[in-house]
């Protein structure tokens, strides 16, 4: 990450990431579609072991092609693609999804199976499990969503936060290397949104996964990601820690963001109190222990 004349910060070109904890690297990829448009271009990005990366960006910038990449559902027409040390732009890796579980943006292009039990077992029974296994990993994953009560249910026919919840569980069920959730909390209530920032939180710090989301939700972005990539016009823009972008309101004004409420606060504050806004609380508790402070 550099700076430049104007304080906004750049993201370093497919910068030199340590090879011991890089599982995915995105080296200038580009994706046009059939009919033309541009989906990517010049697009770098990596991911790194234990860590939660978040895309945020407005729509249309390409968070979710790129996310069609990482598990090789679209190849790059330039560039390349590397996941856990294996080049995958060939387009010669049919197991990918064992590495990389992504959970699409639109529920409706996971779900197929006759029941939701079916549905999350579907990739356990890919992986070589027995029946009575799979079934006990996915009634568990389903657990883990707080949607266990569905598991008798018709896919088809259950509510848009629902079938999000089902989604990320056939994920989870397999436990990949990698999780990629696009807007996961889009459709879900209050209570839901909690539960599922809590698991990804877990799968970090619990199970020593890595997780990459694609939101709009800039407040949970800088709840929980080590590392926000701002999207734009198909490729990352800026990159750094939650305080380093949410904090340069110059950036975030220039991406056509929002600043997340508790950095908004602070400013706020500091503003009124006429002090320089150096602290830079990111989490809530953050900022109440900090008001607190005599
Ligand atoms: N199947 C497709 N065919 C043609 N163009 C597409 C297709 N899918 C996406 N695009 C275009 O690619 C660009 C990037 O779209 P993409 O869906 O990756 O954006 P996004 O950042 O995920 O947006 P959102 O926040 O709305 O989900 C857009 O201009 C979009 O119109
Ligand atoms: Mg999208």
């Given at each position: 990450m550099k700076m430049n004349e104007t304080t906004t910060i750049v993201a370093a070109h497919c910068q030199q990431v340590d090879p011991e904890r890089e599982l995915i690297h995105v080296d200038c990829a580009s994706h046009i579609y059939p009919?033309?448009?541009?989906?990517?271009?010049?697009m770098c990005f990596y991911v790194q072991k234990n860590e939660i990366v978040a895309l945020c960006g407005p729509n249309g910038s390409g968070k979710s092609t790129l996310i069609e990449h990482l598990n090789g559902l679209l190849m790059p027409s330039q560039g390349k693609i590397t996941v856990n040390g294996n080049v995958i732009s060939g387009g010669d890796r049919t197991d990918l999804w064992k590495e990389v579980g992504v959970v699409f943006q639109q529920s409706d292009d996971q779900l197929f199976a006759p029941t939701v039990l079916d549905d999350v077992m579907f990739g356990l029974l890919n992986l070589g499990m027995d029946r009575d296994e799979a079934k006990a990993k996915a009634i568990m994953a389903l657990g883990e969503v707080g949607a266990?009560?569905?598991?008798?249910?018709l896919p088809n026919y259950l509510s848009g936060g629902q079938k999000r919840l089902v989604s990320i569980a056939g994920i989870l069920?397999?436990?990949?290397l990698i999780i990629v959730l696009d807007?996961?909390?889009?459709?879900?209530d209050p209570v839901n949104c909690d539960r599922i920032e809590q698991l990804i939180s877990d799968l970090k710090t619990r199970f020593g996964m890595s997780v990459v989301i694609a939101t709009h939700d800039l407040d949970l972005a800088a709840r929980i990601a080590d590392r926000i990539c701002l999207v734009r016009d198909g490729s990352v823009f800026a990159e750094g820690t939650p305080a380093e972008i949410f904090y340069n309101t110059v950036l975030i004004r220039e991406a056509g963001l929002k600043i997340p409420l508790v950095i908004n606060l602070y400013l706020g504050y500091c503003e009124e109190m006429g002090?320089?806004?150096?602290?830079?609380?990111?989490?809530g508790s953050e900022l109440i222990a900090l008001l607190k402070r005599p």
């Open positions: 009919d033309g448009s541009i989906g990517i271009h010049d266990v009560d569905l598991i008798e249910k069920a397999m436990r990949p807007e996961p909390t889009s459709d879900l002090i320089e806004p150096k602290l830079r609380p990111i989490k």
